[in-house]
């Protein structure tokens, strides 16, 4: 995940922009070929060291505007001329950051579904244990201890499900130009968007640079997902505490133990998806408070949200390898279970937590 949102990795997507406009509109007749491959060919062997590019970056406000320059000075007059025609700064910006978006979405859907699918069997194993429920923190009802297992999946599988529909609404190709009209091409500024898209490997979509709701979505089913994880890991560590010591996290060499006391198994894993709960309801808001966007093109609002969504990403993506280690070895005591069920002296009827428990998880896959 850091390497999805590293300096390199934003490099390639810029410079894979630039040469792909620059095919596109060749191919449109917008630009000779040779400029085009020339472009196309620099892009692909320039090396820019990141950190200068970043200094000249904070100075120009973009990190397009000193990229194009640099490009521009290795290349003819009339090549030069060629290069970025018809884009702005932000249609690199946002569309990198798309494609960033999609490269993450990759790695964190892999652990998300490697928890969901251990939930669901562990959901199953158990969906007839009958085990005391708890609500307001108090002993209640018996329920299955699947239901709750269920629950968990559940959530965690709605999250996943929420997050790849914003993503594939959401993470498009930018190419509007200056102001957003896409003015200066000829009237083929349609045809070279969707040559661009293919070739990036991102749906085509009109230019959105004020319309932030896209990426808003974005963050906000990312802080859902971390939310949701949160939740599993919250009920894991209350089901671990001793005195009740229902259900534990994994046994690993060098995880869970403590500095000052030697049988402590703490549950480390459930820690990092819950810190990583209460940072992420921040860095949602800081991008919702970007959506009303000054008119054309904004300022301030969409520049904050690339950095926001690299921190909501590589917070989903450590809770998630955490809860999905938990749930992949959560150690459930039936034991434990039923002396705790015994204790509370309210029965055993689990009502139809069976059957809901199939229900959630037949739903939720």
Same mark, same amino acid.
């Given at each position: ?43 692909? #062997? ?15 406000? $973009? ?13 003819? !007059? *009339?090549?030069?001329?060629?290069? /970025? ?23 964190? !859907? ?15 194993? /158990?969906?007839?244990?009958?085990? =005391? ?30 997050? @790849?529909? *914003? =993503? ?13 009209? @896409? ?25 959105? /640079? ?15 997902? =971390? ?7 919250? !009920?894991? #560590? ?19 133990? &403590? ?17 990583? &709960? ?69 029965? !055993?009827?689990?009502?139809? #937590? ?6 959630? =998880? $037949?739903?939720?896959?």
């Amino acid at each position: 995940m850091l390497a999805a949102f590293s300096d390199a990795a934003t490099l390639r997507h810029a410079l894979a922009f630039e040469a792909e406009l620059a095919r596109a509109e060749a191919a449109e007749g917008l630009i000779g070929t040779e400029a085009a491959e020339a472009i196309a060919t620099l892009c692909a #062997s320039i090396a820019i060291d990141p950190a200068e590019l970043a200094e000249e970056a904070a100075l120009a406000g $973009t990190l397009a505007i000193p990229l194009v320059t640099r490009l521009r000075a290795a290349l003819s !007059d *009339e090549t030069a001329k060629a290069l /970025h025609k018809g884009a702005t700064s932000q249609d690199v910006a946002d569309t990198v950051l798309a494609c960033q978006i999609r490269a993450a979405s990759d790695l964190l !859907d892999r652990d998300l579904t490697r928890i969901t699918a251990a939930l669901a069997i562990l959901a199953r194993r /158990h969906a007839a244990t009958p085990a =005391i429920a708890r609500t307001l923190l108090q002993d209640a009802l018996p329920i299955g201890f699947g239901l709750r297992i269920a629950q968990w999946q559940a959530g965690i599988a709605e999250a996943t499900n929420r997050l @790849r529909h *914003e =993503i594939e609404a959401g993470a498009v190709l930018q190419f509007g130009g200056a102001a957003g009209s @896409r003015a200066g091409l000829g009237g083929k500024a349609a045809a070279v968007s969707a040559r661009l898209a293919a070739a990036l490997g991102l749906p085509d979509a009109p230019p959105w /640079h004020a319309r932030r709701g896209g990426i808003a979505g974005i963050a906000t089913a990312l802080a859902i997902t =971390i939310g949701a994880l949160g939740k599993m890991a919250r !009920d894991v #560590s209350l089901l671990a505490q001793s005195g009740i010591a229902e259900a534990r996290e994994p046994a690993i060499p060098g995880r869970g133990g &403590s500095s000052a006391m030697a049988h402590k198994r703490n549950p480390t894993g459930c820690q990092v998806a819950l810190s990583a &709960s209460l940072r992420a309801p921040g860095l949602a808001a800081g991008i919702l408070a970007g959506l009303p966007a000054e008119q054309e093109r904004g300022l301030g609002g969409w520049q904050a949200e690339g950095p926001a969504l690299a921190d909501l990403f590589l917070l989903a993506a450590g809770a998630a390898e955490a809860m999905a280690a938990v749930a992949e070895g959560l150690e459930i005591d039936e034991a434990a279970i039923a002396r705790n069920l015994a204790a509370a002296g309210l029965g !055993d009827d689990i009502g139809e #937590s069976a059957a809901l428990v199939v229900a959630l =998880i $037949t739903r939720d896959g």
